[in-house]
């Protein structure tokens, strides 16, 4: 609540609020001014504004109601309107926008990242692991499209008619329900683990064990990741950790973000530019502070009963990185520990063990995610589509 | 609230697929719609998604679905955002909750079909009266009705009322449409389902 009083967004929409409050009192200035203002506050506020669309209505309520309501008393070029329905026109227009600024103002900075925060406080448990298989899936749906009116163009030229389209659409669903039910039948294989059923299991045990999660970049072990965390939220069970997410610059420019799991902010974990002094794992730098940021976390989390760290390696093998978060948990944390590496990493793992008597002492489940299908949804690009031939 | 035994693997995969579907439908068609400044856009989206809703509601009849659906589909969209964000979010996930509680109610047959189409296409035009009242004031309702009449009067023939009519009409042709459609697809799946099977 306090966060909020101080935010800039509180205090220029209470202003604006104000504004709309006395509007009456001067519309024409007080509508200039706090379209300055929004602009002060973020420019990208009024752009609607300049859009046609937003005037049709406006132009319609100016132009028509005097037109056609109330005492047609004045004359314009000779055609008779109501000034009085005019003046009230003019007033209810200016309110609009300045109450579309007002809603600007307080949702300009919305974004994906901050309405999954809030589902996930609103218990929507299963946003995250959904989300993440539809971010997924979005590229196969893509390319389901374009293989279908590709082939509707191929058969009928450019000539669409409504046949045609519907003809496409149904296709297009029909692909996708295919789709959908080869994900839902695509099962674990013998050596990789169901994150229900891991939890399942585990909860049956007395003591704590350490989970090592392998696979191969883009295996899905991130997904798998988010799959465990929503399943544990769903059951009221405390987990916590940081888990990375990779994010795309450009083509073949990308970092990643690391987020807590337990307070949802994120930070840039690494980059691929040069820096200077810092740590370096392949194309990477890492950012020296986040590591430190990730200790302090973790020092506020070790009551949970879950503790996942994503994207554990060399680094913690060298006993840098992570290496302090690793004997944190080593000393302090009573509850199952969950680590994710790449597969080329497994050799290492004894000798990243060998740091941590305690997590090497407890009972260990290794699951290796198969390259080619990822646990939560990878997609299947090249057999999505059910029947070639329509 | 939603727990995660109610859905099981084939479920959460129908929600994220079909949402996906949904807000992908959103994000590229809606934004060429915007550019091109085509009339009714909102009820066509709207239709389009109810259409979704109803096939993949029918494949994955759990409760709690389409408001996950409608929550996917809306933080696709907010992706390709520009710059109005409230507006079309709470558009989505509204018409989720709509189609939730019918769903719920009525399963998924004609009937449902055919109250979802009902309801789909007064909600547009439900949805901009409360919007423009929020923008224009309580009196934005009683100065359409006026002019609805002054135009009546000085043109004749109820040309405003018909007008008026006209608007709701198309809204409805729309989503009864887009029912029709996901009917006949999804007696397609089912059939092409039997047949393998």
Redesign the interface.
């Known amino acids: 609540m306090k966060h909020l009083f101080l935010s800039r967004r509180f205090w220029y929409a209470l202003v604006v609020f104000v504004a709309v409050l006395n509007l009456k009192a001067a519309p024409l200035p007080i509508v200039f001014a706090i379209v300055i203002l929004a602009n002060f506050y973020n420019p990208?506020?009024w752009?609607?504004l300049i859009n046609?669309?937003f005037w049709i209505?406006i132009a319609m309520?100016v132009l028509?109601?005097p037109?056609?309501?109330g005492d047609l008393e004045s004359r314009f070029l000779g055609i008779p309107y109501s000034s009085n329905e005019l003046s009230?026109?003019i007033l209810?227009?200016l309110?609009?926008i300045v109450?579309?600024l007002l809603?600007?103002i307080?949702?300009?900075n919305?974004?994906?990242q901050r309405?999954?925060e809030l589902?996930l406080k609103l218990?929507?448990?299963?946003?995250d692991?959904?989300?993440t298989?539809?971010?997924e899936?979005?590229p196969t749906?893509?390319s389901i499209?374009k293989a279908r009116y590709a082939q509707i163009i191929k058969a009928n030229g450019r000539k669409i008619h409504l046949g045609q389209i519907?003809q496409f659409?149904?296709a297009v669903?029909?692909d996708?329900?295919c789709?959908?039910e080869n994900?839902?039948?695509e099962s674990y294989t013998d050596n990789s683990i169901d994150p229900y059923k891991l939890v399942e299991t585990l909860a049956e045990k007395p003591t704590s064990s350490l989970i090592i999660i392998l696979g191969d970049p883009g295996s899905g072990k991130s997904p798998w990741v988010n799959h465990l965390v929503?399943?544990l939220r769903?059951?009221n069970i405390e987990v916590t950790g940081f888990v990375s997410h990779k994010v795309k610059v450009k083509e073949e420019v990308w970092y990643h973000q690391i987020e807590n799991l337990f307070s949802g902010e994120r930070k840039s974990l690494n980059t691929m530019e040069k820096i200077p002094n810092a740590l370096r794992v392949g194309k990477f730098s890492f950012y020296p502070e986040v590591f430190q940021w990730v200790l302090d976390g973790t020092q506020g989390d070790l009551k949970a009963n879950w503790f996942i760290l994503d994207e554990v390696g060399p680094l913690e093998a060298a006993g840098e990185g992570f290496a302090p978060i690793l004997t944190l948990l080593d000393l302090s944390f009573g509850g199952n520990v969950v680590l994710t590496m790449r597969t080329n990493y497994e050799k290492q793992l004894e000798t990243l063990l060998d740091r941590y008597p305690n997590l090497k002492s407890r009972p260990r489940i290794i699951a290796h995610l198969p390259s080619s299908t990822g646990t939560a949804?990878q997609p299947l690009v090249d057999s999505v589509i059910c029947d070639q031939s329509e | 609230m939603l727990t995660a035994d109610r859905f099981d693997r084939r479920s959460m995969v129908y929600i994220a697929i079909f949402g996906a579907l949904w807000g992908l439908a959103e994000a590229t068609l809606g934004s060429l719609m915007h550019l091109l400044h085509v009339p009714f856009s909102g009820s066509v989206l709207g239709s389009i998604g109810m259409g979704i809703v109803l096939i993949a509601r029918s494949l994955n009849p759990k409760r709690g679905s389409t408001i996950l659906m409608s929550l996917i589909a809306a933080s696709i969209k907010m992706l390709s955002f520009s710059t109005v964000k409230l507006g079309p979010f709470v558009a989505i996930v509204v018409e989720g909750f709509l189609l939730e509680i019918l769903l719920s109610i009525l399963g998924t047959g004609r009937l449902a079909f055919l109250f979802s189409a009902l309801v789909i296409s007064v909600y547009p035009i439900l949805q901009s009266i409360i919007t423009k009242s929020i923008l224009f004031g309580q009196s934005f309702i009683p100065v359409i009705l006026d002019l609805v009449a002054g135009i009546s009067r000085r043109i004749g023939h109820h040309a405003g009322w018909w007008a008026l009519g006209l608007y709701i009409a198309v809204h409805w042709l729309l989503a009864g449409s887009a029912a029709v459609f996901s009917w006949v697809v999804l007696k397609r799946i089912r059939r092409d389902e039997d047949h393998l099977s």
Not at chain 1, 123 to 127: A, I, P, Q
């Open positions: 990208a506020t752009r609607p046609v669309r209505l309520l028509l109601a037109l056609f309501t009230k026109m209810m227009s309110r609009g109450v579309f809603f600007q307080l949702t300009i919305l974004d994906s309405t999954r589902l218990r929507f448990h299963h946003v692991s959904l989300f298989i539809s971010k899936t979005l749906l893509r499209l519907l659409a149904s669903l029909e996708i329900v789709l959908a994900l839902s039948t929503s399943i769903a059951r949804i």
